[in-house]
């Protein structure tokens, strides 16, 4: 049975930093690619960033430069590194894992909620 358990969520200030983990069992993890994404109030869920199982990543274009995914395949946990965050990032972000591309993905976190005050 797939387990996928998210942390790191909160509230912080405009220009601060959080780092959400998604740490995930019940199946082979370095194989798959493992993505971020998030949902504001009203609006639709939006992919973040992906990352394969070779390293390489892929971002939303409005967090280019701000956030970094990375995935420690021993700990089978993906990271999200939010830098410089703004008021707009406000959202719940979910973990998205065992992945086929980066956006089609067969499990999601329960979600982690994510504040920017301004």
């Known amino acids: 049975q797939v387990q996928l358990v998210e942390s790191g969520g909160g509230l912080v200030q405009a220009g601060g930093s959080l780092r959400l983990s998604c740490a995930a069992s019940g199946r082979t993890f370095s194989t798959y690619v493992m993505g971020w994404f998030r949902q504001a109030p009203g609006k639709e869920r939006e992919f973040v960033a992906g990352?394969?199982?070779?390293?390489?990543?892929t971002y939303y274009d409005s967090v280019k430069g701000r956030f970094t995914i990375s995935r420690d395949n021993a700990k089978n946990t993906v990271y999200l590194q939010m830098n410089s965050l703004k008021p707009e990032d406000t959202a719940v972000y979910y973990c998205?894992?065992?992945?086929?591309?980066?956006?089609?993905?067969?499990?999601w976190g329960q979600g982690t909620q994510v504040t920017v005050s301004s």
């Open positions: 990352i394969n199982w070779s390293g390489a990543s």
């Open positions: 998205a894992a065992y992945g086929s591309s980066w956006i089609e993905y067969d499990y």
